[in-house]
Nanobody, 124 residues
Framework: QVQLVESGGGLVQAGGSLRLSCAASGRTISSDAMGWFRQVPGKDREFVATISWSGAYTYYADSVKGRFTISRENAKNMVHLQMNNLKPEDTAVYYC?????????????????WGQGTQVAVSS
């Protein structure tokens, strides 16, 4: 089982940027598809972005397309989410997820492992 730990969350003003990181331990994630999801209290967790094992393929939710960029460093067993031009509606807990030796997906149910999340708050 892989352990995932997110970091980089915080409070930022609208229009600002944050870079989230997800550090994996316990095994390599170099063959895994990785995803970022987010959840607002009282609402369902929603898909944000996903990246293939090689990094060659990425896919984003419409709400973040053009503002967020997912990337990975397999040599460091890490995945990142660069978030630019943040909006108050981006406020949520952000979760990193791994799909072992699988392909990218927007579906939460196919991901095997999840981190504990990191809070992002965007003020207007």
């Amino acid at each position: 089982q892989v352990q995932l730990v997110e970091s980089g969350g915080g409070l930022v003003q609208a229009g600002g940027s944050l870079r989230l990181s997800c550090a994996a331990s316990g095994r390599t994630i170099s063959s895994d598809a990785m995803g970022w999801f987010r959840q607002v209290p009282g609402k369902d967790r929603e898909f944000v972005a996903t990246i293939s094992w090689s990094g060659a393929y990425t896919y984003y939710a419409d709400s973040v397309k053009g503002r967020f960029t997912i990337s990975r460093e397999n040599a460091k067993n890490m995945v990142h989410l660069q978030m630019n031009n943040l909006k108050p509606e981006d406020t949520a807990v952000y979760y990193c997820a791994a799909r072992r030796q699988g392909s990218t997906s927007i579906l939460q149910s196919v991901y095997d492992s999840w981190g504990q999340g990191t809070q992002v708050a965007v003020s207007s």
